[in-house]
C-alpha cells in the first residue's frame, strides 16, 4: 500500500501509480511494450495499491515527465545538450538528479552516436566486420535503419548477420565497449555495466518486417534451411492480426474468401475497433451482420481460441502474399510495377 506520507516509494510501486493515474487504456497500450513477467509484477503492483494522495500522484507524474523530457533532449543532441537544457528548465542540482536516474535505470543505449548518421555512412563503417559484430550494432539501432544496412549487406553476409541478431542473448559492456571504441565511441564511459540484454527474435523481426520483400525472403529462405525451428519462430512474429491494417481494401476482399466464417467472427471477438471495422466495410451488408450476430452468441471466447483463429487468417495472408496475390505495405521500399 502506498500512502502520501512515504518518501520511500520503489521503482515498481512509482510505475504501478503512474499506470493508475494514466488509466485502463492508456495503460493497455504500454503493457502491449512489456515482458510478461513485468506485466505480473506491475499487475501485482496494482492490484496491493489501495489509496494514493493526490501529492504521492502529481509527484510521480512530473518524476515521470522530467524522465522523458531528459531522454528526448538526449536523443536529439546527447547528455551535454541534455544537461544544458534540463538545468535552464530545472536548475543545475534537479538536471544532474534527473540524468543520474536516465542512465542509471533507463540506460542510455550504446551506439548512439551513429543512430543519427546515414545508413550508407554506417555500411561503410562496418561492412568489413566479423558478422557477430555486425549483428551486435545492428540490434542497438531502431528497426528502420538496421533495415536499410541488412538490405544493402551482400547476400551471403545477410543471413547470417540475421541468425546472429536472434539468437543473440546477453552481451557483456565490456565487449560493446571495444567495439564503440573500434567506432570511434563517444558514449563508451556511460555503458551501464550490468549485463544488457540486446537482440533475440523480435530485434530481428522488425528489422525483417522493414526490409524490402526480396531481402526478407533470402533470409528467410536460408534460415529455413541451416535453422527451421528459429525460421518458424520469426514467421510466426512477422505479421500479426493487427496488421491486417496494412492491407488495402482488394486485398482484405480477397484474404476474406479464403476465410471461414466462423474462424473470423472468433478472431475478430479479440481484435481492436479500427480492425473490426476495416473487415466488415469489405464484405457484404448480410455477411457483416452475419459475423457480428454470430460474435454477439457466441459470448465470451478463450484468448487461446481467438489467437488461434486469428494465426489461422495471418497463415491465409502471408500465403497470398507469397503467391504474390496480395501486397502487404511495408516501409522498405517495396516496388509497385504498374
Do not use: W
Request: proline fraction near 3%.
Amino acid at each position: 500500500m502506498v500512502r502520501g506520507g512515504d518518501t520511500s516509494i520503489s521503482g515498481v510501486q512509482k510505475a504501478a501509480i503512474l499506470l493508475i493515474a494514466l488509466g485502463p487504456e492508456k495503460s493497455s497500450l504500454i503493457f502491449k511494450h512489456l515482458k510478461e513477467e513485468e506485466i505480473e509484477e506491475l499487475t501485482l503492483e496494482i492490484a496491493n495499491t489501495r489509496s494514493i494522495t493526490p501529492q504521492v500522484k502529481d509527484s510521480v507524474i512530473n518524476e515521470f515527465y522530467e524522465v522523458c523530457l531528459a531522454q528526448q533532449y538526449i536523443a536529439e543532441g546527447g547528455i551535454g545538450y541534455a544537461k544544458e537544457l534540463l538545468e535552464k528548465a530545472l536548475g543545475s542540482e534537479k538536471a544532474i538528479e534527473v540524468i543520474g536516474k536516465l542512465t542509471a535505470s533507463l540506460q542510455v543505449k550504446p551506439f548512439e552516436f551513429i543512430r543519427k548518421a546515414d545508413a550508407t555512412q554506417i555500411l561503410n563503417f562496418i561492412q568489413e566486420e566479423h558478422p557477430q559484430t555486425i549483428a551486435l550494432i545492428l540490434s542497438y539501432l531502431p528497426s528502420g535503419q538496421a533495415a536499410s544496412i541488412i538490405s544493402a549487406l551482400p547476400p551471403d553476409r545477410q543471413a547470417d548477420v540475421a541468425k546472429r541478431m536472434a539468437l543473440m542473448d546477453r552481451t557483456s559492456p565490456d565487449v560493446i565497449k571495444e567495439v564503440e571504441k573500434v567506432l570511434e565511441s563517444k558514449l563508451a564511459s556511460m555503458v551501464n555495466q550490468d549485463y544488457t540484454i540486446i537482440g533475440g527474435v523480435d530485434a530481428v523481426v522488425e528489422v525483417l518486417n522493414t526490409v524490402d520483400r526480396g531481402t526478407e525472403k533470402h533470409i528467410m529462405e536460408t534460415l529455413e534451411i541451416e535453422e527451421p525451428e528459429l525460421a518458424d519462430e520469426i514467421r510466426k512474429k512477422m505479421f500479426v492480426f493487427e496488421d491486417i491494417l496494412l492491407l488495402d481494401d482488394r486485398a482484405i476482399q480477397r484474404v476474406l474468401r479464403d476465410v471461414d466464417n466462423n474462424d473470423l467472427a472468433i478472431a475478430l471477438k479479440g481484435s481492436n475497433e479500427e480492425v473490426q471495422t476495416a473487415i466488415f466495410n469489405n464484405m457484404s451488408k448480410r455477411l457483416s451482420a452475419m459475423i457480428k450476430e454470430d460474435m454477439e452468441f457466441m459470448g465470451p471466447v478463450r484468448m487461446k481460441d481467438v489467437e488461434e483463429a486469428q494465426q489461422k487468417i495471418v497463415n491465409i495472408i502471408r500465403k497470398l502474399e507469397d503467391s504474390a496475390e496480395i501486397v502487404i505495405s511495408r516501409g522498405g521500399g517495396d516496388e509497385i510495377v504498374v
